[in-house]
């Protein structure tokens, strides 16, 4: 009976590596993917039961991409060994997507930098201040977190940003921070904030091209708004 199970997981393993061959992930489910990942660390369990219960506990995908190694590690039959692996996943892409922002020649299009915020920070349970510098050419010069901290108690520190745009020779800067909360909408505080960082770049003749509001599922642009 052993033996049958044993083999029916490896050749269901194999078949997924096959359609990973030919169809990389179109058409995947979400179980899927995570299931196809989850064999790289579970040698000798069908992996699919597995999947499909960490899917149903977070929501989605993205969001067990996202889950911190004890939350994880809390779910029944995940062992940390698995836990670290898909925090592994998680942090890779996000190193994937920086490495790919830094080797494009410019800029090209605003959905270029909401993508790269929103996999930077719109999944943190902490409210990050990001901030991305550019030259004449649109070309990234810089990229940081400028502060982190627990949920709204963050704060925009205009001097800071105003400073790290002189220091990388800065000709435009873009910021964002994320609203754990899940709402768009920017507050007052926000709105003051955003003020001060235009005066304190424009100082030294650095135009703040915009500032986004991130959350998982959206975003709130102040140029957009007429607030820049």
């Not at 992996?47 to 809390?74: C, N, W």
């Not at 996999?119 to 810089?142: Q, V």
């Not at 909408?185 to 135009?207: G, Y």
């Amino acid at each position: 009976m052993q033996e049958e199970l044993t083999k029916h997981y490896l050749g269901h393993r194999q078949r997924l590596k096959e359609k990973f061959k030919k169809t990389k992930f179109s058409d995947w489910q979400d179980y899927e993917i995570l299931e196809f990942a989850l064999t790289f660390v579970i040698p000798r369990k069908d992996t699919k039961p597995l999947a499909k219960e960490l899917i149903k506990k977070f929501g989605s995908l993205q969001q067990v991409l996202h889950a911190d190694i004890e939350t994880l590690s809390s779910t029944k039959n995940i062992k940390e060994h698995s836990a670290v692996f898909i925090k592994f996943l998680n942090e890779f892409s996000l190193k994937y997507a920086q490495l790919k922002m830094e080797q494009k020649e410019k800029i090209s299009s605003p959905q270029d930098v909401l993508t790269f915020f929103q996999t930077n920070i719109g999944f943190s349970k902490d409210e990050i201040i990001y901030a991305l510098f550019l030259n004449a050419s649109n070309k990234i010069l810089l990229h940081l977190p400028v502060s982190k901290g627990v949920v709204n108690r963050s704060a925009i520190y205009p001097r800071k940003i105003a400073e790290l745009a002189l220091k990388c020779n800065a000709t435009s800067a873009i910021i964002a921070h994320n609203h754990p909360g899940g709402s768009c909408k920017p507050s007052q505080n926000d709105i003051i904030a955003t003020e001060a960082v235009v005066k304190a770049l424009k100082t030294i003749d650095v135009v703040l091209l915009d500032h986004l509001i991130i959350t998982n599922n959206g975003y709130y642009s102040f140029k957009d708004n007429s607030l820049i």
